[in-house]
């Protein structure tokens, strides 16, 4: 069986009318999301995709500092989610992952959707820790892992993640929208093919088609692979 699975950060001061145009367009199977505001009632993403036919589960991550929105990890499904889990990944910069069992015919299938910490593309002893759980909290099988590690393929983290999991697309593809994101501290000149987002699997799934949509509206663009279950 063949799944569309697509991971997002949608950013919390996003273009909500382009990325909803966009999410419905897509027509994912399965959804990893970050970045998702539940208490934004102008970004009303659980109703939207409620209202296309998919199951969720959310996980709060952390307050917005400058209006007391609050951040989430989300997955969504066109499948039946029969459990759910929220990993925390650190005790300082909150951060977590969060997991749905997805009934795929016989199969139960373990997505995560994770944002890890900030870093500026630098290391960081708390970003490697987070991983770190994160890596500790994965099932050995029919997994997928996906999400904004805010982590360049060159770094600690992915390679921790490589060791363990298949990177869908090992290329250092760009996955930020250099026209949104905005950091006063990364280098200007590398945001163009900075690439912090990412798709993993265990090793029993196959995947092809791996693609970065110039998808509008967030500071970050949507990743997408087909799944053989």
């Known amino acids: 069986m063949q799944l569309k699975i697509l991971s997002w950060n949608i950013w919390y001061d996003g273009h909500f009318d382009e990325i909803s145009r966009f999410l419905a367009s897509f027509d994912a199977d399965i959804l990893g999301l970050q970045e998702v505001v539940p ?41 039946p989610i029969v459990s759910s889990e929220i990993y925390t990944l650190s005790d300082t910069d909150s951060r977590n992952a969060l997991r749905a069992d997805i009934k795929v015919g016989e199969t139960i299938l373990h997505v995560f959707s994770t944002h890890l910490l900030h870093t500026h593309q630098q290391s960081s002893d708390t970003q490697e820790l987070q991983a770190k759980n994160l890596v500790e909290a994965l099932a050995p099988d029919h997994l997928m892992v996906m999400g904004d590690f805010n982590a360049t393929p060159s770094s600690a983290v992915i390679q921790k993640m490589r060791k363990v999991l298949v990177d869908t697309h090992s290329a250092s593809v760009p996955t930020l929208n250099a026209n949104l994101f905005d950091c006063r501290i990364c280098d200007p000149q590398a945001i163009p093919t900075t690439r912090l987002d990412y798709i993993f699997t265990s090793k029993d799934i196959k995947t092809h088609s791996f693609k970065v949509h110039d998808a509008a509206g967030s500071d970050h663009l949507a990743l997408s692979v087909i799944a053989e279950i």
Do not use: E, W
């Open 39 to 79: 208490d934004d009632p102008t970004r009303d993403t659980i109703g939207f995709l409620k209202g296309l036919g998919y199951q969720h589960v959310i996980a709060p991550v952390l307050t917005i500092k400058k209006d007391g929105r609050t951040m989430s990890n989300a997955i969504f499904s066109k499948y």
